[in-house]
């Protein structure tokens, strides 16, 4: 009989006996499998653990990034099967269709296979992000549609929509036919393309003479293929009608949710229309409820930042403060935070505007401006419910600020946001809200600033030597960069020709040390605040990026890019 898959990684030297006991608990707490939590941990890539899955089951291992697949073979099975199954043909040979799939044992899968294509399946592993990929590499089409045919079916056939942005009425054309309109096809291609390619947000940007449909992957935004200018009051119909909102009104601001299955997850996608000069400019931000799901240990930090963050989130009280622009990754941190102390002996309450993702276990607050229900309400009320931990948001006034400390000061863990481009500047940004500086230096305990620098593609990378004047430039030493590896990505189909795949944090964590403490009392400006934390240890977001240059995590220009040298 197989070893159970965990002592067989631990055989196979994969994970340790302690890696392997976390994720056994991660696994229950979290209800994954347990090499998920093993991947979500960090200890074990997915290739790594499939590899081991493969030979511990007798399985053949493919890498399909590397192996073209006759399109013959691929014609074997429906694109439909194949991607409601998470499967794909490889190979054939003496009547058996080899098939590749990424659980060694969902024989009921198997089954239906054999009953579907009537015919033998032999069974071979690789990881599901390498079948799915491999799925639109080799149908490239949604619904039976590519989207090239699709798009020059709209220019071809689609009716000409009235728009009447001038009186702010809808047409009975606008209100779309959804069992059969070609409109609501493309919103759909629209939303599976994003969540193929991994997109964060869609933007649907109208303009004088088209209408652009930009995907932000990785936080750069993309341009995709852009239908006639004359769809866009029937596209956004369609996106209104899917979010509830009022298809008539076009002068005003609308906020909305779509619930939407698309590429085999489900999806909470948060809708805005805004109007400008040349109509209503939409923006949809897909939510995936996979991005709460990371721990701590695998937002990024250094192993100094990770012990010292760890140590503050499991303080009984006092303010924690997370600072960035928007897009930064805030929410996730916190999330991440919330997530390591959510047990059922600690009451956990948030304030949040709007709640994007919904943990169980945690009471979260949406905050409602239009019936007065506002952060310091919330917190007010919540103060009476008895809670542990507190999450607000963000600190966007005097007053949520105030009541944030009068909650910390009173026995409460209390995490927050606040829009600042570094560390030390939070301490100055609540002062000039109008928070005394003798409060700010008692409640704060830690502030941590972040952005995201994309990810080298580890399918592409290769050694790269950057040149003296940008050795210069970043600050490195000629010993630094002897003893560095720096990396870069020629661009492949998996990173989508960019050199990058995913984003990683860096960090920038000021403990309130007695010092720091002492400055913030005495209302010192940020400059002298940042000099103090630096002499005490604390590395700044530049130097973190650095750090992770030199070891060919991300780039030198991606550092660049998101953030400054501290002179």
């Known amino acids: 009989m197989a070893d159970p898959l965990g002592d067989y990684l631990i055989k196979k030297?994969?994970?340790?006996?302690?890696?392997?006991?976390?994720?056994?608990?991660?696994?229950?707490?979290?209800?994954?499998?347990?090499?998920?939590?093993?991947?979500?941990?960090?200890?074990?890539?997915?290739?790594?653990?499939?590899?081991?899955?493969?030979?511990?089951?007798?399985?053949?291992?493919?890498?399909?990034?590397?192996?073209?697949?006759?399109?013959?073979?691929?014609?074997?099975?429906?694109?439909?099967?194949?991607?409601?199954?998470?499967?794909i043909p490889f190979s054939e040979e003496d009547?058996?269709?080899?098939?590749?799939?990424?659980?060694?044992?969902?024989?009921?899968?198997?089954?239906?296979?054999?009953?579907?294509?009537?015919?033998?399946?032999?069974?071979?592993?690789?990881?599901?992000?390498?079948?799915?990929?491999?799925?639109?590499?080799?149908?490239?089409?949604?619904?039976?549609?590519?989207?090239?045919?699709?798009?020059?079916?709209?220019?071809?056939?689609a009716i000409d929509f009235t728009e009447t942005e001038e009186d702010?009425?809808?047409?009975?054309?606008?209100?779309?036919?959804?069992?059969?309109?070609?409109?609501?096809?493309?919103?759909?291609?629209?939303?599976?393309?994003?969540?193929?390619?991994?997109?964060?947000?869609?933007?649907?940007?109208?303009?004088?003479?088209?209408?652009?449909?930009?995907?932000?992957?990785?936080?750069?935004?993309?341009?995709?293929?852009?239908?006639?200018?004359?769809?866009?009051?029937?596209?956004?119909?369609?996106?209104?009608?899917?979010?509830k909102m009022d298809i008539a009104e076009r002068r005003r601001t609308q906020d909305g949710r779509i619930k939407i299955t698309a590429g085999g997850k489900e999806l909470d996608l948060r809708v805005s229309m805004l109007p400008t000069s040349h109509g209503q400019s939409c923006v949809m931000r897909l939510l995936d409820k996979d991005n709460i799901k990371v721990g701590v240990r695998q937002l990024g930090l250094s192993e100094g930042d990770f012990r010292k963050f760890r140590n503050l989130i499991r303080r009984p009280n006092g303010i924690m403060l997370?600072?960035?622009?928007?897009?930064?990754?805030?929410?996730?941190?916190?999330?991440?935070?919330?997530?390591?102390?959510?047990?059922p002996d600690r009451k956990i309450i948030t304030a949040e505007d709007p709640v994007e993702y919904y943990l169980p276990g945690i009471n979260q607050v949406e905050v409602r401006h239009s019936i007065g229900l506002d952060f310091a309400l919330i917190i007010r009320a919540m103060l009476?419910?008895?809670?542990?931990?507190?999450?607000?948001?963000?600190?966007?006034?005097?007053?949520?600020?105030?009541?944030?400390?009068q909650a910390s000061l009173t026995g409460h863990l209390v995490f927050s946001t606040l829009h600042t481009n570094d560390a030390p500047g939070a301490v100055t940004r609540m002062v000039d809200?109008?928070?005394?500086?003798?409060?700010?230096?008692?409640?704060?305990?830690?502030?941590?600033?972040?952005?995201?620098?994309?990810?080298?593609?580890?399918?592409?990378?290769?050694?790269?030597?950057?040149?003296?004047?940008?050795?210069?430039?970043?600050?490195?030493?000629?010993?630094?960069?002897a003893g560095a590896t720096f990396m870069k990505g020629t661009g492949c189909s998996h990173c989508g020709k960019s050199g990058y795949r995913?984003?990683?944090?860096?960090?920038?964590?000021?403990?309130?040390?007695?010092?720091?403490?002492?400055?913030a009392f005495a209302g010192a400006s940020t400059v002298e605040i940042q000099k103090a934390a630096i002499k005490q240890g604390m590395t700044t977001l530049y130097d973190d990026g650095i750090l992770k240059a030199l070891q060919g995590i991300t780039t030198l220009e991606e550092v660049f890019r998101v953030s400054k040298r501290v002179e």
């Open 433 to 481: 809200m109008g928070v005394p500086a003798y409060l700010v230096a008692g409640s704060v305990i830690g502030i941590l600033a972040q952005r995201l620098v994309r990810v080298v593609c580890t399918k592409c990378k290769q050694p790269h030597t950057p040149t003296d004047a940008q050795l210069e430039t970043a600050g490195i030493t000629a010993e630094q960069a």
């Open 502 to 519: 995913g984003r990683l944090g860096i960090f920038e964590l000021m403990t309130m040390t007695a010092k720091v403490r002492e400055l």
């Open 168 to 243: 702010g009425t809808a047409d009975e054309d606008d209100v779309v036919d959804e069992s059969s309109a070609p409109v609501v096809r493309l919103v759909q291609l629209m939303i599976t393309e994003a969540v193929q390619l991994r997109a964060s947000d869609i933007h649907v940007e109208p303009f004088e003479d088209r209408v652009r449909i930009r995907y932000r992957i990785d936080g750069v935004l993309i341009e995709r293929d852009s239908p006639p200018r004359r769809l866009l009051s029937a596209l956004l119909s369609r996106i209104k009608i899917l979010s």
């Open 384 to 405: 009476r419910q008895a809670p542990n931990v507190i999450l607000v948001g963000e600190m966007r006034d005097h007053e949520t600020a105030s009541m944030g400390i």
């Open 13 to 87: 030297g994969v994970v340790g006996p302690e890696q392997l006991q976390e994720a056994e608990t991660v696994s229950t707490s979290r209800k994954l499998k347990l090499q998920d939590a093993i991947i979500q941990l960090g200890y074990a890539t997915g290739e790594q653990i499939m590899r081991c899955l493969a030979e511990q089951h007798d399985y053949d291992y493919v890498d399909l990034n590397n192996v073209p697949i006759p399109p013959a073979i691929v014609e074997l099975v429906p694109e439909s099967v194949a991607r409601e199954n998470a499967v």
């Open 322 to 343: 997370v600072t960035g622009p928007t897009g930064s990754g805030k929410t996730t941190t916190l999330y991440a935070a919330l997530n390591e102390l959510n047990r």
């Open 95 to 157: 009547g058996k269709l080899r098939v590749v799939v990424s659980d060694p044992l969902d024989f009921e899968t198997f089954d239906k296979l054999q009953f579907i294509l009537n015919r033998k399946v032999d069974i071979a592993l690789s990881t599901k992000e390498s079948i799915l990929e491999a799925i639109n590499r080799n149908y490239g089409q949604v619904d039976g549609e590519s989207a090239d045919s699709m798009l020059q079916e709209f220019t071809d056939t």
